[in-house]
């Protein structure tokens, strides 16, 4: 299991460089500086993990995409003036992503 080792690796960090992110690391068991992520463990624990019997984890995990895709596109979060955070990226109209929604 990996408790963050695998976030200090060179293949992680070659990941991030190739994709153009820049990856922030907050001190571990901080809400205060780690909310965000926090946070959205709540909220998936809550609405996805155990808002539902699943038959198996097998139907649990098979349900995570689905509700990460409602989470993000869908779901009016408060922090961001009841918006979908999708819409904080700005993206055109005419942007395929736009037309996924």
Sequence with gaps: ???GSCYISK????ACRDLGLRHVRTRPYTPRTNGKAERFIQTALREWA?????PSSRHRAEALPAWIHDYNWHRPHGGIQHA???SRLGIDRNNLLRLHS
């Design 1 to 3: 299991m990996c408790y």
């Design 84 to 86: 979908v955070p999708i």
């Design 11 to 14: 293949a992680f960090h070659l």
């Design 50 to 54: 155990y808002a539902r019997a699943y």
